[in-house]
């Protein structure tokens, strides 16, 4: 009895007296909501993923609280984006004093360049890369599996083969994209967004950017001759519909509906999943929604 005993109190420790389960694996911090769900879509059960900045939140201007010190402090892992899209990160890892391995998601990618002079972004690596599903594909799902079989090599046969499934359904829907882009007369495939963040959506499924209010993160007060330029744009293109990002302030794209005429025909989500049961509270639902959104906007059968 008394060499039992050592291993009966090593598994009552592993189960807390309020009945919750063991420990995970893993205590994964992701910095926002897509990362968290590609995170969770990897780890299955074996690890706890939270996400710092809440879904409907702009993360670019989000600024870290007390709780998420105290989160990442606690972490084993923490997932982020990288180029610049967290602006808040290096500040973030550096109060926390956190020990945890840290895992740039978006690591193999070729970045997109932002190009406005009139930002002080120009010439810096555009952030959105998840908006073309083949990076998630390629990089983000292999980078997260990675990192997560490195804190946690026991885990590894589960996470390669809930990548392994994760990567089919991707390429199912980056397929079913492609086909809902083709009923769109390429002439009508010209996008204004609040944000300067389709340009790798774009250049995945054959859009054309027209313009955009605010180059990376919602500036107080966008320079007068972007907004100049992008009405003279707008109708210089024929451009059929505008778009909101769900994350942002509707008020200057409204405006620039009125001052071109050309209606808002809907929200995107780019820089956050939808609230749940909002159909868009997954990485794939968010896409989804999206390019829902754009053929009924810009004109595709059912408009
Ligand atoms: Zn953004």
């Known amino acids: 009895m008394a060499a039992l005993l050592p291993a009966v109190v090593a598994l009552v420790a592993c189960v807390p007296a309020t009945g919750q389960p063991p420990d995970p694996a893993v205590r994964a911090v992701a910095t926002y909501s897509v990362i968290a769900d590609l995170a969770r879509r990897v780890a299955g059960e074996r690890a706890d993923v939270v996400s710092l900045v809440p879904a409907g939140t702009d993360p670019h201007t989000y600024e870290p609280r007390p ?4 989160r990442v402090a606690g972490a084993s892992l923490v997932l982020y984006n990288g180029f610049n899209l967290e602006l808040w990160f290096g500040r973030l890892i550096a109060g926390s004093g ?8 978006s690591r193999g990618v070729t970045p997109i360049v932002i190009r406005d002079p009139l930002s002080r972004y120009h010439g810096a690596p555009d952030p959105h890369a998840w908006m073309d ?4 594909i390629r990089f983000y799902v292999p980078n997260i599996r990675e990192a997560l079989t490195i804190v946690d090599p026991e885990g590894a046969a589960i996470y390669s083969r809930n990548a392994q499934q994760y990567i089919t359904e ?3 829907l980056d397929a079913s994209i492609r086909e809902q882009v083709a009923t769109l007369p390429a002439a009508r495939r010209k996008l204004v967004t609040t944000e300067n963040a389709m340009f790798y959506f774009a250049a995945a499924y054959g859009f054309q ?8 993160a919602p500036e107080s007060e966008p320079p007068a001759r972007r907004i100049t330029e992008l009405v003279e744009r707008i109708r210089r293109e024929r451009v059929p519909a505008l778009f909101v990002d769900l994350t942002l302030n509707p008020k200057l794209m409204e405006r620039l509906s009125q001052e071109t005429g050309v ?3 809907g929200a995107l989500y780019i820089d956050s999943l939808g609230k749940p049961g909002s159909g868009a509270d997954s990485y794939a639902g968010m896409m989804r929604a999206n390019v829902e959104v754009l053929i009924r906007g810009l004109g595709g059968p059912g408009s």
């Not at 709780?67 to 105290?70: A, S």
């Open 67 to 70: 709780d998420d010190l105290r």
């Open 98 to 105: 956190t020990r945890a391995r840290i895992a740039v998601a």
């Open 133 to 136: 599903v083949r990076n998630v």
């Open 170 to 172: 991707l390429e199912g």
């Open 209 to 216: 950017v027209v313009g955009w209010i605010y180059t990376l």
């Open 263 to 265: 209606p808002i025909r």
